[in-house]
């Protein structure tokens, strides 16, 4: 029994050994067994560090000291000593300071929280202005100013949906990697504009010490400035709905010379992929297109297989919708269906990338041959927006 025992001791640790061997710190983002704030890039992340740290050694310092004199008391004090309870009624000088110390101590925490959080608001004298709107799951960027301004894409989960469903082995940036990263010069002041088009999202990257809450029908901004180059992870902070920890936040920082080459290089991707919805299109273009783009935005929700999830988002093979008149579909895309989770996607995709993707799912699984309007041009969009 004993040499039974050995063996299997043996064999969970070796296996405990494999698993922390395979878990190491995520660049940019958490830390294995990680218990401290993160140690930030940013002046306000330090601030902010530095001041868990001061009103927890307070906190520490006020426990010990009130639960130390009480416990003695009731040691010291006891009645099986001899000790009898004192009668009295006041004592000035002891109201005096439990008043008086207590203000003195809140005081000094609020000063330099005061100050950091005055610094937080202090949008002003920005070098740079990113819009940011959170979408259901995903994030949009718009360069509102500087060299990029114009420049804007969509942030969409990269984790592949075989890792998420555990038919593959999960990577090491999982569930915390997009598709385009947010690229910012280094030692720049960065203000982002956030606002949502559906529900609340919460923008926060920890190394920044920024956590800024998006709000459907509102502008809020915050700002940070980054010190160091490198890649900086965050999170949606905010339960948005099914998908909230499928809408990750990757932001790259970069010198003053590469940030400059990546503004040219995606004013000339701009250029190339500007789409004329003016264009007669191909069904095969609209369906290779389309593809794409039910991929990066539709998935999700209504699954690969176009069966949807019973209860939640509605199955697009053998939809009557899907199968009947264009227009009716067209609008559902562009406007969404207030009262359900279908979002609006007519401020997301532009003209050719919703004629495609409806074209698509016109064709796809089970739909093939049976629909009305099997093709819709981008001019069909036009005209219905």
């Given at each position: 029994m004993k040499k039974w025992r050995g063996i299997l001791g043996?064999?969970?640790?070796?296996?405990?050994?494999?698993?922390?061997?395979?878990?190491q710190d995520m660049p940019g983002g958490p830390k294995v067994d990680q218990l401290n704030l993160h140690e930030g890039v940013t002046q306000i992340a330090h601030d902010v560090m530095w001041l868990h740290w001061l009103l927890l050694i307070i906190c520490g310092v006020i426990f010990i000291g009130v639960?130390?004199?009480?416990?003695?008391?009731?040691?010291?004090?006891?009645?099986?000593?001899?000790h009898k309870a004192a009668t009295f009624?006041?004592?000035?000088?002891?109201?005096?300071?439990?008043?008086?110390?207590?203000?003195?101590?809140?005081?000094?925490?609020?000063?330099?929280?005061?100050?950091?959080?005055?610094?937080?608001?202090?949008?002003?004298?920005?070098?740079?202005t990113v819009k940011v709107t959170g979408y259901q799951w995903k994030w949009g960027y718009e360069y509102l100013d500087g060299p990029a301004a114009g420049v804007k894409f969509l942030s969409t989960l990269a984790t592949p949906r075989a890792q998420i469903e555990g038919r593959e082995p999960k990577g090491e940036f999982y569930l915390m990697e997009v598709d385009n990263h947010l690229v910012v010069p280094v030692d720049k002041k960065v203000r982002i504009v956030?606002?949502?088009?559906?529900?609340?999202?919460?923008?926060?990257?920890?190394?920044?010490?920024?956590?800024?809450?998006?709000?459907?029908?509102?502008?809020?901004?915050?700002?940070?400035?980054?010190?160091?180059?490198?890649?900086?992870?965050?999170?949606?902070?905010?339960?948005?709905?099914?998908?909230?920890?499928?809408?990750?936040i990757v932001v790259e920082v970069k010198s003053q010379a590469d940030y400059d080459?990546?503004?040219?290089?995606?004013?000339?991707?701009?250029?190339?992929?500007?789409?004329?919805?003016?264009?007669?299109?191909?069904?095969?273009?609209?369906?290779?297109?389309?593809?794409?783009?039910?991929?990066?935005?539709?998935?999700a929700c209504h699954q690969a297989n176009g069966k949807g999830v019973p209860g939640s988002f509605p199955a697009l093979d053998g939809d009557k919708t899907v199968l009947g008149p264009k227009d009716a579909q067209i609008q559902t895309v562009l406007h969404g269906r207030p009262g359900t989770a279908m979002a609006a996607f007519g401020g997301q995709l532009n003209d050719v990338e919703?004629?495609?993707?409806?074209?698509?799912?016109?064709?796809?699984w089970s739909n093939a041959g049976k629909g009305q309007d099997p093709v819709?041009?981008?001019?069909?969009v036009v005209a219905a927006r």
């Open positions: 043996a064999c969970a640790l070796l296996s405990g050994s494999a698993v922390n061997a395979q878990v639960f130390g004199v009480m416990f003695y008391s009731i040691w010291a004090h006891r009645k099986s000593r001899g009624h006041e004592h000035l000088g002891v109201e005096v300071a439990w008043t008086v110390i207590p203000f003195i101590i809140v005081i000094a925490m609020a000063l330099p929280a005061t100050k950091t959080v005055v610094a937080m608001k202090d949008t002003s004298s920005a070098d740079l956030l606002t949502a088009a559906d529900v609340i999202h919460s923008w926060m990257v920890p190394d920044f010490g920024v956590k800024q809450d998006a709000i459907p029908g509102f502008l809020r901004d915050t700002w940070f400035r980054a010190e160091k180059t490198g890649t900086y992870r965050g999170q949606c902070a905010e339960l948005c709905g099914k998908d909230h920890a499928f809408m990750p080459k990546w503004v040219e290089e995606q004013k000339k991707k701009m250029a190339a992929n500007a789409d004329d919805p003016n264009k007669e299109w191909t069904k095969e273009e609209l369906l290779a297109r389309g593809e794409k783009v039910f991929g990066a935005n539709c998935v919703i004629a495609s993707v409806i074209t698509y799912t016109r064709h796809a819709v041009q981008p001019k069909d």
